[in-house]
């Protein structure tokens, strides 16, 4: 019982985070400036870590956690490195 | 952070990703943690015994401000946005603190950055942080004192780093 | 014992997605870059926090996981930030309806013309 309805929460919750990603693409498509891109970008990976997570409790399996423990370290670095190259014109 | 925590940390971090408490697989957590911290001289302090209950104690005082810090400013910030008039008084403060250590400088930022309405922009050479901040209902005064409540948590988690800031 | 973890992790899943949408809303209607790293930083990631504390209620979905990404995120959240910030006040990206600016001076006199280094 308690199921189906757990189920159907996390399914509605999943179309919403697909929709804000798409919100989130656009504006990095029509962002203000490339700093408002970068930020966009950040979000969306935020957003993706969020589908996956949703992703595994609907599958309930541990799996995508660690596709999302991936996504989340490497998506901190490039956010990082992306701002330092942008802000400097070089990486190290 | 003596090596005594730096090793349970790292190891804690390895059992929690592998995910069973298998004899073999205790022996090669301690052996990776171990090993990282031959690698990266990491805690290379011994721990001392009597101020380690006092260290844990602080921690975990630091976590639940962190936590709580985190939770009230995202409800501010979502009342802030919410809000069809959109308060904000935006402002790049200045908050003047002495500090020395490098680590202590980038662990209290990242602290401020997670109290509500702040984000910390710029740190100058002595310590002092300049943060975006939302509103300005709080004075100048109050974010030193509470910067300076960080940093004391910071260096009693710590102990008392002696790596100092490079000259550039 | 299944019913109350399922009511928590209904509501949880739902709060998390209200912070998710809160935080869309944010980087949409603030108005510069400064006021919407807050709201990317901090709401959304809260949002997907609270999605992670649903997670360590529901089996079999390995709890250690959860909770070491729980401290990844809340550690890397403001760092990662902090640096989109810096990097915008040095690319010179204008805030917008400043009050005061305290490191508008220190930066004027950083970018003085003789060269460095």
Same mark, same amino acid.
């Given at each position: ?65 660690d596709v999302a423990l991936g996504l989340a370290a490497l998506g901190f670095m490039a956010s990082i490195v992306l701002a330092k190259y942008l802000a400097d014109q070089r990486v190290l | 952070m ?84 959109l308060p904000i008084q935006p402002a790049i403060l200045k908050i003047p603190c002495e500090e020395q250590s490098d680590l202590i400088s980038a662990l209290s930022a990242h602290a401020i950055t ?55 | 014992?299944?019913?109350? *973890? ?12 209200? *912070? ?36 360590? *209620? ?26 989109i910030a810096s990097a915008a006040y040095r690319l010179g990206i204008p805030p917008q309806q400043l009050m005061r600016n305290d490191l508008a001076e220190v930066v004027e006199k950083e970018n ?6």
């Amino acid at each position: 019982m308690i199921e189906t309805w757990v189920e159907w929460t996390l399914i509605f919750s999943l179309a919403v985070h697909i929709v804000l990603t798409g919100v989130c693409v656009w504006r990095v498509w029509r962002g203000q400036n490339v700093i408002d891109r970068l930020i966009g970008a950040d979000l969306v990976g935020t957003l993706a870590l969020a589908v996956l997570v949703l992703i595994a409790l609907i599958e309930r399996t541990s799996i995508y956690f660690d596709v999302a423990l991936g996504l989340a370290a490497l998506g901190f670095m490039a956010s990082i490195v992306l701002a330092k190259y942008l802000a400097d014109q070089r990486v190290l | 952070m003596g090596s005594v925590l730096t090793f349970f940390l790292l190891a804690g971090v390895y059992l929690a990703l592998s995910g069973s408490l298998v004899t073999s697989n205790l022996i090669a957590a301690a052996l990776i943690a171990l090993g990282i911290m031959l690698l990266l001289r990491m805690g290379q302090r011994p721990e001392r015994i009597q101020t380690l209950p006092r260290v844990l104690w602080t921690l975990l005082r630091y976590l639940g401000m962190l936590l709580a810090d985190m939770v009230s400013s995202g409800v501010q910030v979502a009342r802030i946005v919410l809000d069809p008039k959109l308060p904000i008084q935006p402002a790049i403060l200045k908050i003047p603190c002495e500090e020395q250590s490098d680590l202590i400088s980038a662990l209290s930022a990242h602290a401020i950055t997670l109290t509500p309405g702040e984000l910390v922009v710029a740190i100058d050479e002595q310590g002092g942080m300049y943060t975006h901040c939302l509103d300005m209902s709080l004075s100048v005064a109050q974010r030193v004192e509470l910067l300076r409540h960080h940093r004391a948590m910071l260096k009693t988690i710590l102990g008392e780093t002696n790596e100092t800031r490079e000259a550039p | 014992m299944e019913t109350l *973890f399922g009511l928590i992790v209904i509501l949880a899943v739902l709060i998390g997605t209200a *912070f998710s949408v809160i935080g869309v809303i944010g980087f949409i209607r603030l108005p510069d870059v400064y006021t919407r790293l807050h709201a990317t930083g901090k709401v959304s990631v809260f949002g997907v926090v609270l999605l992670l504390l649903a997670g360590l *209620f529901w089996t079999p979905v390995s709890p250690g996981k959860d909770i070491v990404l729980i401290g990844l995120l809340l550690l890397a959240a403001p760092v990662a930030s902090h640096a989109i910030a810096s990097a915008a006040y040095r690319l010179g990206i204008p805030p917008q309806q400043l009050m005061r600016n305290d490191l508008a001076e220190v930066v004027e006199k950083e970018n003085d013309p003789t060269p460095q280094g």
